[in-house]
């Protein structure tokens, strides 16, 4: 073990501790908004990374198909939902939003794959982020008000499913990406890619970015109010049903983003996913399910003991990360205030 | 109300009375039966194995061939469920699958139970005693291990660095090689585990290079191999890399790109038909497989040569067993049973195969081929 393996070492496992935050901030901001523990973050990260690995191949990725599926599922839902009051300007609102928009997206797929990296990145996201709301509308909102087992319980049930339809959409096979970009500079021994620098770049940016939201504007702060008082926030007047799919969107538009980073940096399978969302997870444990800088702080260092216990001990080394848990939780049960839940 | 329920229990045993007659044993044809893991984790096995199944004779001796595919996800549990249905309620002859060792294992002791003839897609291991009804379709490892040792002794290797899957695949290649390390004169210098999903293996690969072996050998799996493959020589690994034959398929050279030149995989010899002398047994049907397969569901695997050459050999021995008996009775799987033993040199796509009582693999050097990969497409390595 000299420097040089030292300063490898250290950069992998901020490069994956980036990426885990990314997914911890995701789990963060759903839990805090909506109370459901999302196990199928992990899937829109596969999603986004599969996406953007077959655009840029040049083919239509399923999620382009996906989209205006579940889109149209929705639909039937809320024309249900609503059957009693419709009125023209519901039905054009709907009519945008979950036919136009995705049959939109479907064509330029079609009509951009294999076009560009940047045509592929931003549609890449487009989808994906798009598959959010509509998720929400059809799994989650039915059951908004109920416990949060009850929205863990659904979480795991559409995890499942997503997973299925991504063998189904994407094959069993995995797929890998071309970088970004092949920019690369030597910092001492260590070569640090341009990869590498759009990873830390898109986690600082997406920290500035969620500071931004919830603490400057209006829809971030009435996301926040929903968190802290559901029927506080339906009292002054905040539409509680619309901030359930805003926090979908944008974790999902989070999600597709760690799997265009990450697509050109791993070979990605349907369901690889889950386990990289687990250590999301695991970091997002560690900050309490509330906060972000103790979320991305916690990330980091499980990408680091992950990258350090893959040199030493890389037999054991799943198991030493999930063993971090223990202790965490432990500590945080005994010291933490317990709110008690409804359940 | 009444009208409407009266209705629906016509419906139901009108229904019943149709699963019954299917389920007869028909005369002239030959039920085959297959549980496959083409969902869950070894999808990436069953899927090519199922496609396989569209491929294969619709007639063999005279009989029509029926074929049930059912999906084991993987499980072995579920495989066992999928097993007794087969035999139980369908009354296959013969019963293929699965797809991975656990589930396999599975279906080879409800077949024993039931006396059925099995093909094992999966390598497994075979009990003493519990030999007669399973015949394993894929080569068993230490044929494929010796085929690459062989190659490193033969090229000076003396230290060789590991790294496998943290799984039980990665176990049995340890295994492999500790036992026949000292025959061959190599020595053990380094030994990693990674698991299929990580996003890097950076770690084990800094501390392979460190540990300078003359060669590395990759323990892995489908495009999973891939990664560590990319990760040495983008690490400035120069020493060959050995690769197992669960490696070899397109998507690997897809995935590792340049990186893959070079390599020195073992493989069977359904990778390469063309590149064989024409005397090989194994040239006609690995030729026929790909020539079937490719146009249809693209770029050829090992997998698909499984169920491939189950047929291959169940048109040598359904000949032989209708001398004796009529399918769909015990004396006909018996005599099939029989038959896999006593017919001899049956050529297919991925070997040459001889069972005996006692060797279930049945096969010899002939179902293994070297491979390495230059500008982009697999070579055979004379």
Same mark, same amino acid.
């Given at each position: 073990m000299d420097l040089t393996i030292l300063l490898f070492l250290v950069q992998d496992g901020v490069t994956n501790g980036a990426i885990y935050a990314l997914l911890g901030f995701a789990l963060v901001l759903v839990f805090a908004v909506t109370r459901i523990i999302f196990i199928p973050q992990g899937e829109f990260v596969a999603y986004g990374a599969l996406t953007y690995a077959m655009l840029q191949a040049g083919h239509v990725p399923g999620t382009a198909y996906l989209l205006p599926i579940f889109a149209l599922i929705a639909l039937l839902f809320d024309l249900y939902a609503e059957r009693s009051r419709i009125t023209g300007g519901f039905l054009i609102r709907q009519g945008i939003e979950k036919i136009v928009v995705p049959l939109a997206l479907l064509f330029a797929a079609r009509e951009l794959a294999g076009v560009s990296t940047i045509a592929s990145l931003v549609l890449t996201v487009a989808i994906v982020s798009a598959l959010g709301p509509h998720l929400y509308r059809i799994a989650f909102q039915p059951l908004a008000d109920r416990s949060v087992l009850v929205l863990l319980i659904a979480a795991v049930g559409t995890h499942l499913a997503l997973t299925g339809l991504g063998l189904v959409f994407f094959g069993a096979e995995g797929l890998r990406a071309d970088a970004l970009t092949d920019f690369s500079v030597d910092l001492g021994p260590l070569p640090v890619s341009g990869q590498n620098i759009a990873v830390y770049a898109a986690t600082l940016l997406l920290i500035a970015g969620l500071y931004w939201f919830f603490e400057r504007t209006v829809q971030g702060k009435a996301l926040r109010a929903t968190a802290v008082n559901r029927l506080g926030a339906r009292l002054v007047g905040i539409r509680t049903k619309g901030t359930g799919k805003v926090a979908l969107a944008l974790a999902a538009g989070i999600g597709a983003v760690s799997g265009v980073l990450l697509a050109p940096m791993t070979t990605i399978y349907y369901d690889t996913g889950f386990v990289i969302g687990l250590k999301g997870f695991v970091a997002a444990i560690i900050g309490g399910l509330a906060s972000y800088p103790l979320t991305a702080a916690a990330a980091i260092t499980v990408g680091l003991i992950e990258s350090f216990s893959s040199f030493f001990a890389s037999d054991y080394k799943e198991v030493i990360v999930f063993t971090l848990l223990i202790p965490v939780l432990l500590v945080r049960s005994f010291t933490g205030k317990h709110t008690e839940d409804e359940d | 109300m009444k009208y409407k329920f009266s209705l629906l229990a016509a419906a139901c045993v009108a229904a019943l009375a149709v699963s019954n007659a299917s389920v007869k044993a028909e005369d002239g044809v030959l039920t085959v039966g297959a549980t496959l893991s083409t969902t869950g984790p070894a999808a990436a096995l069953g899927i090519p194995e199922k496609n396989a199944l569209t491929l294969v004779p619709t007639e063999i001796g005279g009989l029509k061939v029926k074929l049930i595919v059912l999906d084991d996800a993987g499980d072995p549990t579920q495989a066992t469920t999928n097993a007794k249905r087969l035999i139980n309620?369908?009354?296959?002859?013969v019963i293929l699958g699965s797809s991975t060792t656990p589930p396999t294992i599975a279906v080879s002791a409800v077949a024993f139970d039931a006396k059925v003839p099995h093909f094992g897609l999966g390598p497994m291991p075979i009990t003493a005693g519990k030999e007669r009804y399973t015949v394993v379709m894929p080569q068993p490892v230490p044929l494929m291990a010796a085929g690459l040792f062989d190659h490193m002794k033969k090229n000076n290797v003396k230290t060789v660095g590991m790294i496998g899957f943290s799984d039980s695949w990665g176990d049995l290649w340890l295994g492999q090689f500790k036992a026949a390390a000292d025959k061959y004169g190599l020595k053990l210098v380094a030994d990693e585990r990674y698991a299929r999903?990580?996003?890097?293996?950076t770690g084990q690969v800094l501390k392979l290079v460190a540990a300078k072996p003359d060669a590395v050998l990759v323990a892995a799996s489908g495009t999973g191999a891939a990664l560590p493959q990319a990760t040495l020589r983008e690490r400035g690994y120069k020493g060959p890399i050995y690769q197992t034959h669960g490696a070899v398929s397109q998507d690997f050279i897809r995935i590792a790109?340049?990186?893959?030149?070079?390599v020195i995989m073992a493989s /069977?010899? $359904?990778?390469?038909?063309?590149?064989?002398?024409?005397?090989?047994?194994t040239k006609a049907p690995g030729l026929a497989l790909v020539q079937a397969y490719e146009p249809k569901f693209g770029p050829r695997n090992q997998f698909a040569g499984h169920p491939w050459d189950a047929f291959e050999v169940l048109k040598r021995v359904i000949p032989v067993a209708l001398k004796k008996a009529k399918p769909g009775t015990p004396e006909f799987r018996e005599a099939i049973a029989d038959a896999l033993v006593t017919e001899k040199d049956i050529g297919a796509s991925q070997g040459v195969y001889n069972f005996t009582a006692t060797d279930?693999? /049945?096969? $010899?050097?002939?179902?293994r081929i070297m491979l390495t990969v230059k500008d982009g497409k697999f070579e055979l390595i004379k």
């Open positions: - | 309620d369908d009354k296959v002859d999903a990580d996003t890097s293996v790109g340049k990186a893959a030149e070079g /069977g010899p $359904d990778m390469l038909p063309e590149g064989q002398p024409d005397s090989a047994l279930r693999y /049945g096969v $010899d050097e002939r179902a």
